[in-house]
Nanobody, 121 residues
Framework: VQLQASGGGLVQAGASLRLSCAAS??????IGWFRQAPGKEREFISA????????RYATSMKGRFTISRDYAKRTVYLQMNNLKAEDTAIYYC?????????????????WGQGTLVTVSS
C-alpha cells in the first residue's frame, strides 16, 4: 500500500490547515503523522489505530492538532489550528508496523513523500 500526504501550503500564523494521508488501498494498520523542520530530526506528532481508536499525541502537540480517520475514504486527517512559525516543516504520514504503534520512527514504514507546511509570522 502507498501513502500520500497532501494539504500543505503557505499560511499566516494563527491559520488552520487540514492535512490528508490517503492510502492506495484498504488497510488494517494504524497511521502516524510526523514532521521534519529544516535542520532538525523527524518528530512524532500523532497516531491513530486502524479502527479510528487508540489515538495518541506527542505532548507538545496536544491541543492544537487533531487526528481523525475516514475508513471508507482510506484517509487519515491531521487538523492543525493556530499555526505558528515553528510548525513550518515537511509533514509525513506512515503506517504502523504493529498494532501497538508507537512514537518512534522505526515503528513505522511505508512513508509517504510528505507535504510542506510553511507558516509565516
Amino acid at each position: 500500500v502507498q501513502l500520500q500526504a497532501s494539504g500543505g501550503g503557505l499560511v499566516q500564523a494563527g491559520a488552520s490547515l487540514r492535512l490528508s494521508c490517503a492510502a492506495s488501498e484498504r488497510t488494517s494498520f494504524g497511521i502516524g503523522w510526523f514532521r521534519q523542520a529544516p535542520g532538525k530530526e523527524r518528530e512524532f506528532i500523532s497516531a491513530i489505530g486502524w479502527s479510528g481508536g487508540s489515538i495518541r499525541y506527542a505532548t507538545s502537540m496536544k491541543g492544537r492538532f487533531t487526528i481523525s480517520r475516514d475508513y471508507a475514504k482510506r484517509t487519515v486527517y491531521l487538523q492543525m489550528n493556530n499555526l505558528k512559525a515553528e510548525d513550518t516543516a515537511i509533514y509525513y504520514c506512515a503506517a504502523m508496523k504493529s498494532v501497538a504503534g508507537g512514537d518512534r520512527l522505526h515503528q513505522y514504514y511505508n512513508w509517504g513523500q510528505g507535504t510542506l507546511v510553511t507558516v509565516s509570522s
